[in-house]
């Protein structure tokens, strides 16, 4: 072997070194958290440690102010110990009331948990409409879900549909709250708008309260 293929073939292997060697900083970033229940977050004794905290979205807790989430979890074996979380980053379109927070991050001495990773799941209620949302649970994210896509369920209020060459209009209603939710579907008409049908849309709540779908089924 040449000494100019023998460097060649060390600074190859230098290179390969050196990834390896970041990714598994990365790695032990991201992996390297404690799971601990809300309770021993909230005692203090975690306080300035990378952990992750699984807890319930209490009703009504959280806000979003420029990019910046907090909100406040609970145990639902012990509803009264709390723990605040603040979160900035990509908010997942299931977040919202008695959601499953998985938060990872750093606890502050006063308390708070600077999460760097969240991940949501939906309300074990939702999970039969595979994670659709009713109408009532989708108002109840507010401002959070705007311009979010998510996917929504309910029935076609009597007498709300309506077509023009291209959009169809129709009120999605929440059979056990009455609640409205005025729905536009660009495009061809998808021929599923029947008074009292089942449907699924899928598409984004917008700041003018009416919600732009992208796609529409019938059924959950």
């Known amino acids: ?60 807790s ?44 750093t606890i502050t001495a006063e308390g708070v948990l600077q999460c760097t990773e969240l991940v949501t799941k939906c309300p074990s209620k ?4 595979g994670e659709a949302l009713s109408v009532s649970q989708l108002f109840e994210y507010g401002d959070s879900i705007v311009d979010v896509s998510v996917k929504v369920t309910g029935i076609v209020k009597a ?10 209009s129709l009120i999605l209603l929440d059979p056990i709250t009455s609640t409205e939710l005025p729905v536009v579907f660009f495009g061809e008409p998808p021929g599923v708008a029947i008074d009292g049908a089942q449907l699924t849309i899928t598409g984004s709540f917008n700041a003018d309260g009416t919600f732009h779908a992208t796609d529409i089924v019938i059924g959950n």
């Open 62 to 105: 959280y806000t979003l102010d420029a990019g910046n989430l907090d909100f406040t979890i609970y145990d639902s074996e012990d509803p009264t110990t709390t723990l605040q979380v603040s979160y900035r980053g990509a908010m997942s379109a299931t977040f919202g009331n008695q959601v499953t927070a998985i938060c990872t991050g």
């Open 126 to 129: 939702y999970e039969d409409s």
């Open 159 to 168: 007498n709300s549909t309506s077509s023009s060459a291209d959009s169809t």
């Open 1 to 60: 072997m040449s000494s100019k293929l023998r460097r060649r073939m060390i600074a190859v292997t230098g290179v390969i070194v050196i990834v390896i060697i970041v990714v598994m900083f990365i790695l032990s970033k991201t992996t390297g958290a404690r799971s601990i229940s809300v309770a021993e977050a909230a005692s203090g004794q975690f306080a300035g440690q990378r952990v992750q905290v699984t807890g319930l979205v209490a009703d009504n």
